[in-house]
Structure formats: structure tokens, C-alpha cells
T-cell receptor, first 112, second 118 residues
Framework: NAGVTQTPKFQVLKTGQSMTLQCAQDMNHEYMSWYRQDPGMGLRLIHYSVGAGITDQGEVPNGYNVSRSTTEDFPLRLLSAAPSQTSVYFC???????????FGNGTRLTVT | DQQVKQNSPSLSVQEGRISILNCDYT??????FLWYKKYPAEGPTFLISISSIKDKNEDGRFTVFLNKSAKHLSLHIVPSQPGDSAVYFC?????????????????FGQGTTLQVKP
């Protein structure tokens, strides 16, 4: 099992560009979520999904879109990147939202 | 507002001694708490959890204590080992559906960097 796979590992964007951070899991988990990690702020929840076709906002959803068309994939879209979105992004999954999350190894995004 | 707070950014202990990491929360609806450990360039990994029906949970060298009246939990590592050096995050979630629900959301603290010196 690969677990939770995030691509790319690193990305540099210019302000205003768009991109999609990919996240895939092979554990047949229903619950998936996206976090960003910033110094002194810990991990903050961006969006989450309790199953295919269902998504909801977390603590810091502005500037990000998600969709969940399959159980395996949960992409995070930045429509117009801003320097404030420079961060390390983690995708996570679990069998349901009350069980411990399995995290990917993160995507380090820099917006200039 | 920070609903889960880890007020100590860093902690340094000697190998073999006890490490105590603290976490406070403000939302009284939280009823499930977890600790995660994170090494550099890796994702966080689950360490130990506790439900609000308990006040203590133990797993090997790791013990989590929950004080609901104080809205405080702590992670004890005994004995501490150099391999325990990492960032530790506490996290909390609520099972009760409310108007501004935290159901489905796992909220993390800021993290505490633990250094265990040989």
C-alpha cells in the first residue's frame, strides 16, 4: 500500500497563477482532508470530505476549491495564487472522521 | 480564535528523563483528542488518542492525560529517547452536531518541538 500520495513535492508559482495539488489514497478511506502548515500556526484545516461527492469548509477555506468525484482522489485547487498561500500543504485520510488520520508527505508551495 | 493551543513552542529534555507536552482547548464540545508526531520533511503520524470518557490512556512509553474541567491534556513520554525528537501536535474534534459544528473537523494546535539530548 502506498498510503496517501501527494504530488508534486515542491512547486513555485507566480502570483495569479492557478494550480492543482493532487492527493490520492489507496486505503479505501471515506474521510479526506487538506491542511496547511505555517510557522507558529500549526496545522490548519482547509477543506474536508466525508465521502465521494461531499465536501465542506474547514478553518481557512478562502482561496481554495476542492471536489471529491472518487473515493481515492481529493485534489486541492488554487484558482489565483497569492503570496499568503506560501505554505506546506498536507493531505490526510481516514476510514471515518473519528479515526486517526494518515498523512501524505506534503507539498511545499512557494508563491512569488 | 485558536481553539486548541500549545503554549510551549519548544521543550528540551535529557535522554532517559520524562517529557511533558501540554495542550489546552477552549471548545467544550471537543470530546476526542489525539497526539501526532512529525519529523522534518514528513507528514504527521498518529501517536495516541483519548476519548472524553477517560482521563488517561497509555501506550508503551506514551501516556495522555485529560483534565476536562481544566480543558487541558498532556502527553508524557517516559523515558525520553533521542529518536523522540520531533514536533508534537495535539488535535481535537467534536462528535455533537451543533449550529456552528466542529463535527468532521480535526483541529490542531500550533505544535511543540521536542529535543531529547543524549
Amino acid at each position: 500500500n502506498a498510503g496517501v500520495t501527494q504530488t508534486p513535492k515542491f512547486q513555485v508559482l507566480k502570483t495569479g497563477q492557478s494550480m492543482t495539488l493532487q492527493c490520492a489514497q489507496d486505503m479505501n478511506h471515506e474521510y479526506m482532508s487538506w491542511y496547511r502548515q505555517d510557522p507558529g500556526m500549526g496545522l490548519r484545516l482547509i477543506h474536508y470530505s466525508v465521502g465521494a461527492g461531499i465536501t465542506d469548509q474547514g478553518e481557512v477555506p478562502n482561496g481554495y476549491n476542492v471536489s471529491r468525484s472518487t473515493t481515492e482522489d481529493f485534489p486541492l485547487r488554487l484558482l489565483s495564487a497569492a503570496p499568503s498561500q506560501t505554505s506546506v500543504y498536507f493531505c490526510a485520510s481516514s476510514s471515518d472522521w473519528r479515526t486517526p488520520l494518515h498523512f501524505g508527505n506534503g507539498t511545499r508551495l512557494t508563491v512569488t | 480564535d485558536q481553539q486548541v493551543k500549545q503554549n510551549s513552542p519548544s521543550l528540551s529534555v535529557q535522554e532517559g528523563r520524562i517529557s511533558i507536552l501540554n495542550c489546552d482547548y477552549t471548545n467544550s464540545m471537543f470530546d476526542y483528542f489525539l497526539w501526532y508526531k512529525k519529523y522534518p520533511a514528513e507528514g504527521p503520524t498518529f501517536l495516541i488518542s483519548i476519548s472524553s470518557i477517560k482521563d488517561k490512556n497509555e501506550d508503551g512509553r506514551f501516556t495522555v492525560f485529560l483534565n476536562k474541567s481544566a480543558k487541558h491534556l498532556s502527553l508524557h513520554i517516559v523515558p525520553s529517547q533521542p529518536g523522540d525528537s520531533a514536533v508534537y501536535f495535539c488535535a481535537a474534534s467534536a462528535s455533537v452536531i451543533t449550529g456552528s459544528s466542529n463535527t468532521g473537523k480535526l483541529i490542531f494546535g500550533q505544535g511543540t518541538t521536542l529535543q531529547v539530548k543524549p
